[in-house]
């Protein structure tokens, strides 16, 4: 019934205990909004059923359902029984009769909805509190099951407890501060574990509850009625529905217990005491109820918190109602009355809102992969606990235009659970727009600015200096950036790291070349790349001294140009674009970038999307070992850690690449020095007569602080391992290239075209194999353990990008052909 349950709590707890689920943005790193300390209670009581043989996921899904509604059969149980002991027992049978009958609490007590959890709980904590002020265990057992209730479920929660702390000040004032000490304590624990947890798999200090709270009612990163406001009455709408006769009750209990107080009064009877005490009872219900109709955004689930506390007043009201009726069982008819509507509610909630369980299952069993798809009524899915084996969810465009939810990163990519939540993408929003990669496309005519929508361009002015321009690249963490001329209200050209690079290296050819002398095999390389790399005005402007702008770099290197399209340009003839080497594109709509298309957006868009449009010989080829595909060469551009940084530049422009592999004597791979790496050099200049892993482990720290997140690893794969496998670790790490490995014990290669710092100084050109786009992740079946790379491996190839793309091309004929006159423009 509710997707919010789903899509936020069933499918990340699939995640946790299977591997694989869908991700709202409420999960990702950056909002981190959901607790996952939440989902740890439960994921250990699966692990506790799996002991007595429940392992199939709708056994699962079906046990957790039955512990949540016998837990909340108990709690309820509690309630009652406080009632019966501490305020009447007529009362607490009407209670008992309310509970049983309402739909609301048939729906909402075996939920897996944190609201649910803190209902639960906060009728713990108004069972304890049910009792006269005065007791220690009182105060107890409220405040640490009301501290659990808004903690470890849901903050709001907190609004039942209002009440029991004004009747704590009122009523024992000489022991506030003891009370104050024991809520803070209880607070303190609760908080510092569910913080503990939620920082642990969100690899950041985080309390989930907090970041609630701030979005929700600060405003902070987002609104919250952009998911749809009601009117003030909702909830008296709503309880009509779920609770029919019991609302209307709950609604009268506080003018009839005024009309009684004020007989009381009058009469000069005793028994105001308890009466007033009463005041605190009944309160929890009108707190909630007026604090969640105030607020624009209203959903059904919120005021579930407060459903026993509806039917405790409803049988308030009828006991205060009793002198004046003649037939004592007049209460019992008119609540058994409401459990017959209840029922029927209940009824056709199971009858005719069953249709989607009925339907998935219905699917058939397969060995082989299959992909569901649901388009506008996506919000209907029951969770993956309903999909058969080998079968995974995805969604089509539709006529809904919100935000999709994404998938989990599989561990068996990412390399653990925790690696797949602290992971950060840039696929989520807190604005509710559209997503495009969290919906799959038939084909490859999905148009370039619906892979840029809403993206924020980041640009320099063209007569900025260098060191401002790498400023810019390393706070948004990007390769390239293009130059805007305010004269001329142009884009003047595209500012890249390789061009960074290749000035880098005429500056010191020019000046100290000199003090190269002793490895002629550098300087050579690096005269080299100096001068072919570089066009005769940019090299002359250099060495006369001219002030060194950013404009004067712009394609200095010649690999990557700014290069524009049309929005209306085909995915397919983008990645055409791509095939020839260049790294991305800018999406022009008119005289302005509407945004930048890389590379890495495309590969991702493919791998999630277009699992419906690989044949089944690129099935087969993704499914191929790379040792077959060609990929272990030995071909692989090589540096050693001390080799200096100015040498490993002239490599990288030599032969035109974007990363080189640090290894050490033995060929073990122990680095990757990227030309990432090189706007870190106009920051620190230092570094450009330093080593390569001086260079690599200074980005690394800026990186680190920067994100709080460990940038050091290398990522690589064995020969064995399938392209599939290579493919899935490319987009689940967001890198360029993963570097194929092998065990240094492994049968020798042929190393005559390995490039090394003091070898040959003109090796041959380096062989670049090429891939293959990759099916969704969510298709991808787990990895034997042998396909990762170890760190004692020695390094025998890679797979890059640019080679997936080009074989993308390959293996695509009917794909339509560009068209410059029409579809896309450049500019060299």
Same mark, same amino acid.
């Given at each position: 019934m509710d997707c919010d349950e789903v899509f936020n709590y069933w499918e990340p707890l699939h995640f946790l205990h299977f591997g694989w689920g869908k991700q709202t943005w409420e999960y990702a790193p950056q909002y981190a909004l959901r607790s996952y300390g939440y989902l740890e209670l439960h994921r250990v009581l699966i692990m506790l059923m799996s002991f007595v043989g429940i392992s199939t996921r709708i056994q699962v899904f079906y046990a957790v359902r039955l512990a949540l509604g016998v837990g909340c059969a108990f709690c309820e @149980?509690?309630?009652?029984? %406080?009632?019966?002991?501490?305020? $009447?027992?007529?009362?607490?049978?009407?209670?008992?009769?309310?509970?049983?009958?309402?739909?609301?609490?048939?729906?909402?007590?075996?939920?897996?909805?944190?609201?649910?959890?803190?209902?639960?709980?906060?009728?713990?904590?108004? %069972?304890?509190?049910?009792?006269?002020?005065?007791?220690?265990?009182?105060?107890?057992?409220?405040?640490?099951?009301?501290?659990? @209730?808004?903690?470890?479920?849901?903050?709001?929660?907190?609004?039942?407890?209002?009440?029991?702390?004004?009747?704590?000040?009122?009523?024992?004032?000489?022991?506030?501060?003891?009370?104050?000490?024991?809520?803070?304590?209880?607070?303190?624990?609760?908080?510092?574990?569910?913080?503990?947890?939620?920082?642990? &798999?969100?690899?950041?200090?985080?309390? %989930?509850?907090?970041?609630?709270?701030?979005?929700?009612?600060?405003?902070?990163?987002? +609104?919250?009625?952009? *998911?749809?406001?009601?009117?003030?009455?909702?909830?008296?709408?709503?309880?009509?529905?779920? %609770?029919?006769?019991?609302?209307?009750?709950?609604?009268?209990?506080?003018?009839?217990?005024?009309?009684?107080?004020?007989?009381?009064?009058?009469?000069?009877?005793?028994? $105001?005491?308890?009466?007033?005490?009463?005041?605190?009872?009944?309160?929890?219900?009108?707190?909630?109820?007026?604090?969640?109709?105030?607020?624009?955004?209203?959903?059904?689930?919120?005021?579930?918190?407060? &459903?026993?506390?509806?039917?405790?007043?409803?049988?308030?009201?009828?006991?205060?109602?009793?002198?004046?009726?003649?037939?004592?069982?007049?209460? *019992?008819?008119?609540?058994? =009355?409401?459990?017959?509507?209840? @029922?029927?509610?209940?009824?056709?909630?199971?009858?005719?809102?069953? @249709?989607?369980?009925?339907?998935?299952?219905?699917?058939?069993?397969?060995?082989?992969?299959?992909? =569901?798809?649901?388009?506008? +009524?996506?919000?209907?899915?029951?969770?993956?606990?309903?999909?058969?084996?080998? &079968?995974?969810?995805?969604?089509?465009?539709?006529?809904?235009?919100?935000?999709?939810?994404?998938?989990?990163?599989?561990?068996?990519?990412?390399?653990?659970?925790?690696?797949?939540?602290?992971?950060?993408? +840039?696929?989520?929003?807190?604005?509710?727009?559209?997503?495009?990669?969290?919906?799959?496309?038939?084909?490859?005519?999905?148009?370039?600015?619906?892979? =840029?929508?809403?993206?924020?361009?980041?640009?320099?002015?063209?007569?900025?200096?260098?060191?401002?321009?790498? $400023?810019?690249?390393?706070?948004?963490?990007?390769?390239?950036?293009?130059? &805007? $001329?305010?004269?001329?209200?142009? *884009?003047?050209?595209?500012f890249d790291l390789h061009d960074l690079a290749t000035y880098i290296l005429l500056k010191r050819s020019d000046h100290g070349a000199a003090e190269s002398d002793s490895d002629s095999s550098a300087v050579q390389l690096q005269a080299a790349a100096a001068r072919s790399s570089t066009s005769g005005l940019a090299r002359d402007a250099v060495m006369m001294g001219k002030r060194d702008s950013v404009s004067l770099l712009s394609d200095m290197s010649h690999m990557n140009p700014f290069y524009s399209v049309l929005p209306e340009t085909t995915l397919a003839q983008v990645v055409a674009v791509f095939a020839r080497g260049t790294h991305r594109v800018a999406v022009m709509d008119g005289n302005q970038i509407r945004g930048i298309l890389s590379q890495t957006r495309v590969i991702r868009y493919f791998f999630e999307h277009c699992a419906e449009s690989i044949t089944p010989s690129e099935s087969r080829l993704l499914d191929t070992p790379l040792r077959q595909l060609g990929l272990v060469t030995n071909d692989v551009v090589k540096v050693r850690p001390n080799s200096p940084v100015i040498q490993a530049l002239a490599l990288l422009e030599r032969w035109r690449i974007s990363s080189l592999a640090i290894v050490d004597e033995e060929d073990r791979i122990a680095g990757n020095l990227s030309v990432a790496d090189v706007k870190y050099l106009a920051k620190q200049r230092r570094l450009t007569s330093g080593t390569c892993m001086e260079l690599v482990q200074a980005a690394r720290f800026v990186q680190g602080m920067r994100d709080g997140r460990d940038r050091a690893a290398v990522f690589s794969v064995r020969p064995e391992a399938t392209l599939r496998y290579a493919l899935t670790k490319l987009i689940a790490t967001g890198a360029h290239r993963v570097w194929v490995t092998e065990p240094r014990h492994a049968e020798e290669r042929v190393r005559s075209g390995s490039i090394s710092i003091g070898a040959d100084p003109t090796p041959p050109m380096p062989m670049r194999r090429a891939s293959v786009s990759s099916t969704s992740s969510q298709t991808v079946p787990i990895a034997p353990q042998h396909y990762a790379g170890s760190f004692n491996d020695k390094v025998c190839g890679v797979v890059s990008l640019t080679d997936i793309l080009r074989l993308l091309i390959d293996t695509a004929p009917n794909q339509p052909t560009l068209n410059p006159e029409l579809n896309y423009a450049s500019m060299d």
């Open positions: @149980a509690v309630f009652v029984r %406080a009632v019966a002991r501490h305020v $009447d027992r007529r009362v607490s049978n009407y209670t008992l009769l309310g509970l049983a009958g309402m739909a609301g609490m048939f729906h909402s007590g075996a939920a897996l909805l944190p609201s649910s959890f803190a209902m639960c709980w906060a009728m713990l904590g108004s %069972a304890a509190a049910m009792s006269a002020p005065g007791t220690r265990r009182r105060v107890g057992c409220a405040v640490w099951a009301f501290a659990v @209730a808004v903690v470890w479920g849901w903050p709001y929660s907190a609004v039942v407890a209002l009440p029991f702390v004004v009747e704590e000040i009122v009523e024992r004032r000489e022991f506030l501060i003891n009370s104050m000490a024991m809520g803070v304590g209880a607070v303190a624990v609760t908080a510092g574990l569910a913080a503990a947890i939620d920082s642990w &798999y969100y690899g950041s200090g985080v309390l %989930a509850g907090w970041n609630q709270i701030a979005y929700n009612v600060l405003g902070r990163g987002g +609104d919250s009625t952009l *998911y749809g406001t009601e009117p003030w009455y909702f909830y008296v709408k709503n309880g009509l529905l779920n %609770a029919n006769i019991v609302i209307i009750l709950a609604i009268a209990c506080l003018p009839l217990w005024t009309t009684s107080w004020l007989a009381l009064r009058l009469a000069g009877r005793r028994g $105001d005491t308890d009466h007033r005490r009463l005041l605190f009872r009944v309160l929890p219900f009108y707190v909630a109820l007026g604090v969640f109709s105030l607020q624009p955004h209203k959903e059904e689930r919120f005021l579930s918190i407060v &459903y026993p506390h509806m039917c405790f007043n409803a049988a308030v009201s009828l006991s205060l109602l009793r002198p004046l009726y003649s037939w004592p069982r007049l209460g *019992y008819l008119v609540l058994c =009355v409401a459990g017959i509507v209840g @029922a029927l509610r209940m009824a056709a909630l199971v009858q005719y809102y069953g @249709a989607p369980t009925h339907a998935f299952q219905q699917l058939p069993s397969h060995m082989s992969e299959r992909v =569901v798809c649901m388009g506008s +009524d996506w919000y209907r899915f029951p969770s993956s606990f309903w999909l058969p084996h080998n &079968y995974r969810l995805q969604f089509i465009k539709s006529s809904f235009d919100g935000h999709l939810p994404g998938d989990f990163t599989p561990p068996w990519i990412s390399g653990s659970t925790r690696a797949s939540t602290a992971m950060r993408r +840039d696929d989520f929003n807190s604005m509710n727009r559209w997503e495009p990669t969290h919906a799959v496309s038939s084909n490859m005519t999905t148009e370039a600015k619906d892979l =840029v929508e809403n993206q924020r361009v980041i640009q320099v002015n063209s007569n900025s200096t260098i060191e401002h321009a790498c $400023d810019t690249l390393i706070k948004h963490d990007i390769q390239s950036v293009p130059l &805007y $001329d305010q004269e001329t209200q142009t *884009y003047v050209g595209m």
